[in-house]
């Protein structure tokens, strides 16, 4: 048995959600994979994407571009987000990346570097994050045009807030920028496909989504993740655990004690909340999450369990992700490196 937690990764679940998202519109669906595809792995997930029929895939630096042109071979459009930085032109003509421009900057250096090689722009449309602002693009959309550019896209930043005024807000400016232009466009993540057609133009690509979390509320579970019971023990009432001794027995106790912390991800905040599952039955954290390891109160189980789940179709990222006050994305992309990844399906 392994000492470190295992982290199953259904890449049918995968490619169901792909296609359920893909069904909700009549255009292309991408992929996003960047971050590792969310901290799965972007070379198994990527592979098994584009078996399904992924066409184009976009990542967040040329670096991820690199890896994922070895996934996935020469067919596959790689479109990178930070678009084109010093240093980033052998690897963006090497690998036949196609780098979002976000800057006039960004758009003089790839126009001089890379004369003729694919490049989108990314607009910013209210977010303030990346992508040319309405001013800087009247200024330089003539010389973009020109140039022929394969994709024009942007981001929504309130995109799974569907009543947010921010949405139409960002739709009225991306359509005053790129109406008319005949440049195929791009604008909505996972979020912004759920908020209807007027958002999906010619491309929707979404991330979160396909990993099984929210908006997507229809997304099935990919991930479960599983921890080896390293240690058990019994405590007499009044007997401590861990860092802190906020835990006391106060029965006749058994602790059981997993692989597994905020080393691999395991937000040490999320503790109190949280429950680890033998089979279908609960077990909460006791005391603190270290580093390496969490106890387990299994006084109710009645048996040692060998393994325990912290993560799966029982308590999804969504509901870590509450537990911790933070977002599904952070659980995913935090999960560790020490972790097995077993694929299944796919
Ligand atoms: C991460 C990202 C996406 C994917 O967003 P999800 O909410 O995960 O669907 C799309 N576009 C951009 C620019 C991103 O940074």
Known sequence: MSSTGKLTIDLDALVANWRALDAMTNVE??????????????????????????????VAVPKEGVALRQSV???PEIHVFSGH?????????????????????????????LPGHPFGIQLDSGMNRLGMEPAEWAAVRDTVLAANPVLLISHLACADEPDHPMNAQQLAAFRDMTDGTGVPRC??????????????????????????????????????????????RHLDPGETVGYGNTFTATRETRIATVSSGYGD???????????????DTPCPVAGRISMDSISVDITDLGYDPKWLRIL???????????????????ILT?????????????
Do not use: W
Request: aromatic fraction near 8%; proline fraction near 5%; glycine fraction near 14%.
């Open 334 to 346: 935090a999960m560790g490196a020490r972790y097995d990844r077993l694929y299944i399906g796919g």
């Open 312 to 330: 799966g179709a029982e308590q999804t990222i969504d509901d870590l992700a509450d537990n911790a006050g933070t977002i599904g994305y952070e």
């Open 265 to 279: 991800g395991i937000h040490r905040i999320m503790g109190p909340k949280t429950v680890l599952y033998a089979e």
């Open 187 to 232: 604008f909505a993540q996972t979020g912004g496909m759920l908020l209807g057609a007027d958002y999906h133009f010619d491309m929707c690509r979404p991330g979160i989504g396909l990993y099984g979390g929210l908006p997507f509320s229809g997304a099935q579970p990919v991930v479960t993740l599983d921890l080896p019971v390293i240690q058990t």
């Open 29 to 58: 669906t991408a992929a996003v994979v960047k971050a590792d595809a969310y901290g799965l792995g972007m070379d198994r997930v990527a592979r098994a994407l584009a078996r399904a029929g992924v066409r184009t895939f976009f």
């Open 85 to 113: 930085m010093a240093g980033d032109t052998d690897m963006i003509s090497d690998l036949n990346l196609t780098p979002m421009l976000n800057s006039t900057d960004q758009l003089i250096r790839h126009l001089e570097a």
């Open 73 to 75: 071979g020469p067919k």
